[in-house]
Structures are given as C-alpha cells and as structure tokens.
C-alpha cells in the first residue's frame, strides 16, 4: 500500500489497516509493498477485470457506518466477478479520504476485509489520496478460458430469471433517509441490512456458466439493466412485473405499488439477472436450490430490441430509472 | 466503460471519450461494455497490478492542460511497471470529475490515449463519478515468470544508477508555479516538459531484467525513494551527491545548490532507480546506450542500513522529502 502524497503520519497509520495482505493466497508472489504486485493465474484462464467506485453522498449515505462502507466497495465489484461467472482473486483499492480518522478506518477495513476473507480475495495494492470520500476497488479474477458469462449471449425464447428478492435495498435506503416508515422493526432491519450489505452472488454465477446464456448484475435496478442485456443480445425482452420476487419484509413495510416500483428502479440489490434457455432452465433451478437461493423467472426474450413491462396482462409504464438518490 | 449515477447526458459524452479500447490488442477477449473485461495472459508469465492516482492540485496545477493530465495518469502507472521490468498490456480507469467539460474530455482522453498506444495499452474498463478532479489508474501487465524486478533483491557492492537526469520536473513544476524565472526560454520549455510529460522508461525496465539486482521508479525524489529500496533489500546505501545527473537545462536555469536540491527532492522525475552487481554493470551499460538512455552510477550498496548522502567528501545533509509540494 504505497500513499502518495499523504504527510507521513497518516500514510503510516492508513497503511497499519491496509498491508495485511501479504500471505493470504499462494498464488501472491509479491503483495503490497513493492512497485506493483506480482499474481500467478491458474493455467488455462482468462483474467477478469473491473473498477467500481462507491462515493460519499451518491453510493451510500454521509453518515453511513464505515463497516458497511468497506464492505459495499469491494461488494460492488465482487458482484461484477459474480456476473461474469468469473472466480475472484485480488483487489487493488484507490482511496480517498477526508482525514486519516482512526475510529473510521478500523470500522471500514474490518467490513472490507470480513467480505474479502469471505471470498479469499487479497487486497494486493493501494494509493491512498486526502479529499471527499471515494472507494475506487480494481477487482481481479480468473475463469477457465471460453466459459465466461456475458450480456450478448441470449437467444430469442430464452427465459429471464432473477436472483434473490428485488426492492430490498431500495427500501432499506428508503429507512435510511426517513422516507419510509419503520412499522414493522425487524422487517425494517432487514432491509437496511440488504442495503447496507449487499450479498453478491459470487458461487452462483460461477455455478451458471455452461448453463445461462447471459448475465449481469442488478446495480441500478431491473429498468435500467435489462434494457443492456437485452440491446447486447440484440434482441427484445419482455417482463411480468407481477412475478418479480419480493420479500416478505419489504411487502410488510411498503404498499404493493411502491414494493414494485422499488424492485423495478430502485438498484443497489446486487442480485444476478441471467437469460437461460428454457431446456436448461430445471438444471440452473437445481443449483440454485443447491445454494438455498431464491430464483425467478420473470419473463423472456424474443426478437427485436427494447423492453415491454406487462402487469395484468396490459403494458405497463415502469417507473425511470432511479439511479439519482442522494441529490 | 460504466458511468454509474451519472445524468445519461455526461454519461454519454464521457462514455464516447473512452469507449475505443475494443480490438486494439488480440488479448482483448472483452473489453469495455459488460460487468468486466476478458484479457488473455500469455503463458508462463505472471500477472503485474498496480494503482496510482493523480489528483487535482496535488499532483499537478487545477489549470494543468488537460492533455498533459491524461498522460500523467497513465505515465505513473506506466513507470510502476517499468520498475518491475514489466510489458504493460491494459488498463481499467476510475475518473472523478467536477464536470462533463467537452473540451476538457477531448484533451484528457488525447494524452491519455497518446501514451497508451505508444505502449499497446487497452484501456479495458473504468468507472466514472462526480467530484473533484482525480484519476485513478489500474494498470495490468505480464512478466515471465521469476524474472521481474524488485525492490529488495540487491546485495551489498552493488552499484545505485539512476536513468536520465534528476529536477527536470522539479525545475518544470517551480517554472510552472512560478517559483522559478524562465531566463532561458528553451530551457523552460524543456523542463516544464517534463514536469508535464514524464517517460516511463518501460523498455529499460524490461531490458534491465536478469541485469540490474533491483528497481524501483522515482516518483517523490531519490530522498524519499532510495531509503525504500535500500530497506527492502536489507543494505544500507551510499549516494555522491556531486554525481546526480543533472541536465544541461537544469543548469542553465538553477543553481547548483537549487538543482541538486531538486534532484534530490523535488520527485515526479519518474526516472529509474536501479541496483547493479558491478560485474553486470557494462552489460547494463550497453543496454541503456542501446536506448540511447543515460545511465549513471551515483553510489553503492553496503551492509547496515540507512542512506548516508557525501558531498565532496563530506557528510552531506540531505532537504527533506519534498512531496507537499502544492500545499
């Protein structure tokens, strides 16, 4: 973990949370501490790479615990390993900080690295910058050379199907800002858990490929997703809004029309979107339930280009896409 | 290129900027436009990460050409490359930016690509938010296995070199900032040249492999870079001051005193800092003027540690590490 630029007192104190990594894997030839980090990939694979950052008042919250803020800005790229059925390795971090506050740092790194043991990622470099909030984690990983999942490979009659529930973290972030009522306390918890703690779908992306014929990861809400798988399949989809997958506790909390609009537009679930063709649909429903996860199909795709939403048998205008929270 | 929470309109235009990277290398299996990039390694190599970011009014002027910023992000990564003895391949780019200024984006993405195709980098992925200027930078290259450059790979007798000459940058920045008058124009122009466009020296870094005992680049000026090799490798390090290479310009705009302070201080000179076992030193030598590179023997490797700088025989006490420069 090198800190340019930081006076030495921070750098030393940032980098007493951050260079831990050394030993973690065997595949780490050299870790922080040197020019750059040096990584063995497992024969016949291809690296996979991605960049996600998470930023103060646009991602989460100002006042957001800093556990939860470690663990959504490797969260976030874990989930874009997860959609490309890819196994992750490594991470390197750009952070960028207010003030080197001692308190924050111990509860972000713990959330960051509770998340990165969990997947044996090693975090293997860093730069470390003063200035507003910003969590900028360069993921890698491997998966075994022509199985990667991707956008653009559906076919026209392939089935569309979510992972987990939808709506979840949008209501959670909803408690979170006062803009919706806590009624019910546990159900209340649990959404501000799913915000707070996206889970990224990571063995079951993996567990997808030869079976799914596309993926991605739900970030900013079915709305504004699907449309991307679709346009790179090249084909049109078309989706039940009534079978979308709520939870309980989100349909205790919100109206039936707000649940739906959330599961729609709200983002930040980090659930998986996957097209399978209908012949393989029993053995990708079989290894869900493999991993005790909920998966539901919510609609198809056919040919031509764009989305139509049906509720009741008639088109349905779904809400836009509600990527714009905090401003 | 994904440009999360970002109003479509900038979305757009900074995604046009950027969003160039597909078939530049045939290792590109994926590039920019799904969850991650797909890259192929080539065999019996080992996978090189580092991240370096550059920041506004920190690493260069708020009114730094824009041009010349896009190359300097791309060139400190670059140069961590060069110190592993490394061939950069691709890069992924998180960008924060206060606006979607076209013409700003159209001089950034300029330096950027400028320096990227010189070296054959695919920018592969990124991610764009708002905020204060800063660019993050995550570069990926390949080394055959077991031959990068390290740090703490040295042994006591070897001789310390450093590639090109020290304080140009230095020179360049105070040019710049105004702290230093432009007597000779052409003078001023060379160095605030490279202050603006610092070289990567890439291709002594992978000639300087089973050559030099270790690497590292100079990024905050050989007082602050030396102490680190010299730590990692277990040695302590003797420097003659009088023997830093110091360009003809920098000497016709500074003086001695000014100068050598800068090549000791000023850092962004982005120059090589190599350990050589005397034995291997011609054989290094050959390969510099190979590149018609200057290289230039300004010490040795001793048991112990910590750096001891002599001037003119004598004890010399060195300025202090000068990397606050804009604060």
Same mark, same amino acid.
């Given at each position: 973990?090198?800190?340019? =630029? =930081?006076?030495? !007192?921070?750098?030393?104190?940032?980098?007493?949370?951050?260079?831990?990594?050394?030993? &973690?894997?065997?595949?780490?030839?050299?870790?922080?501490?040197?020019?750059?980090?040096?990584?063995?990939?497992?024969?016949?694979?291809?690296?996979?790479?991605?960049?996600?950052?998470?930023?103060?008042?646009?991602?989460?919250?100002?006042?957001?615990?800093?556990?939860?803020?470690?663990?959504?800005?490797?969260?976030?790229?874990?989930?874009?390993?997860?959609?490309?059925?890819?196994?992750?390795?490594?991470?390197?971090?750009?952070?960028?900080?207010?003030?080197?506050?001692?308190?924050?740092?111990?509860?972000?790194?713990?959330?960051?690295?509770?998340?990165?043991?969990?997947?044996?990622?090693?975090?293997?470099?860093?730069?470390?910058?003063?200035?507003?909030?910003?969590?900028?984690? =360069?993921?890698?990983?491997?998966?075994?050379?022509?199985?990667?999942?991707?956008?653009?490979?559906?076919?026209?009659?392939?089935?569309?199907?979510?992972?987990?529930?939808?709506?979840?973290?949008?209501?959670?972030?909803?408690?979170?800002?006062?803009?919706?009522?806590?009624?019910?306390?546990?159900?209340?918890?649990?959404?501000?858990?799913?915000?707070?703690?996206?889970?990224?779908?990571?063995?079951?992306?993996?567990?997808?490929?030869?079976?799914?014929?596309?993926?991605?990861?739900?970030?900013?809400?079915? &709305?504004?997703?699907?449309?991307?798988?679709?346009?790179?399949? !090249?084909?049109?989809?078309?989706?039940?809004?009534?079978?979308?997958?709520?939870?309980?506790?989100?349909?205790?909390?919100?109206?039936? =029309?707000?649940?739906?609009?959330? #599961?729609? #537009?709200?983002?930040?679930?980090?659930?998986?979107?996957? #097209?399978?063709?209908?012949?393989?649909?029993?053995?990708?429903?079989?290894?869900?339930?493999?991993?005790?996860?909920?998966?539901?199909?919510?609609?198809?795709?056919?040919?031509?280009?764009? &989305?139509?939403?049906?509720?009741?048998?008639?088109?349905?205008?779904?809400?836009?896409?509600?990527?714009?929270?905090?401003?």
């Amino acid at each position: 973990m090198t800190a340019v =630029q =930081q006076p030495l !007192g921070e750098f030393d104190l940032i980098d007493r949370y951050f260079a831990r990594s050394v030993g &973690v894997r065997a595949d780490v030839i050299l870790g922080v501490g040197d020019d750059a980090a040096l990584l063995r990939m497992p024969p016949d694979t291809e690296l996979v790479a991605a960049v996600d950052a998470v930023v103060a008042g646009r991602h989460f919250p100002f006042d957001c615990d800093p556990r939860s803020i470690g663990h959504r800005a490797l969260a976030v790229n874990l989930s874009d390993m997860a959609a490309m059925g890819a196994t992750p390795a490594w991470a390197t971090m750009s952070l960028t900080l207010p003030s080197a506050d001692e308190a924050w740092l111990q509860g972000f790194s713990a959330g960051l690295f509770a998340l990165a043991d969990a997947h044996e990622v090693a975090l293997v470099g860093g730069d470390t910058t003063a200035g507003p909030l910003t969590i900028s984690i =360069q993921i890698l990983g491997h998966v075994e050379a022509g199985t990667a999942l991707r956008r653009g490979g559906a076919a026209a009659g392939d089935l569309l199907a979510v992972t987990g529930t939808l709506g979840d973290a949008g209501a959670g972030l909803a408690l979170v800002t006062g803009r919706l009522d806590a009624r019910d306390r546990a159900a209340a918890d649990a959404m501000i858990e799913r915000f707070d703690y996206p889970t990224p779908r990571v063995r079951f992306g993996r567990a997808a490929r030869g079976l799914a014929s596309a993926a991605m990861d739900l970030s900013d809400g079915l &709305v504004g997703d699907l449309p991307k798988l679709a346009r790179a399949s !090249g084909l049109a989809a078309q989706v039940d809004v009534e079978r979308l997958p709520l939870s309980p506790a989100l349909q205790s909390l919100a109206s039936p =029309q707000q649940a739906r609009e959330w #599961a729609l #537009a709200a983002g930040d679930d980090y659930e998986l979107l996957v #097209a399978v063709p209908p012949q393989r649909w029993d053995a990708l429903a079989q290894v869900a339930r493999g991993l005790n996860l909920k998966l539901t199909t919510i609609g198809e795709l056919r040919p031509g280009n764009g &989305v139509r939403w049906m509720l009741g048998g008639q088109l349905f205008a779904a809400p836009e896409h509600g990527f714009d929270h905090f401003r």
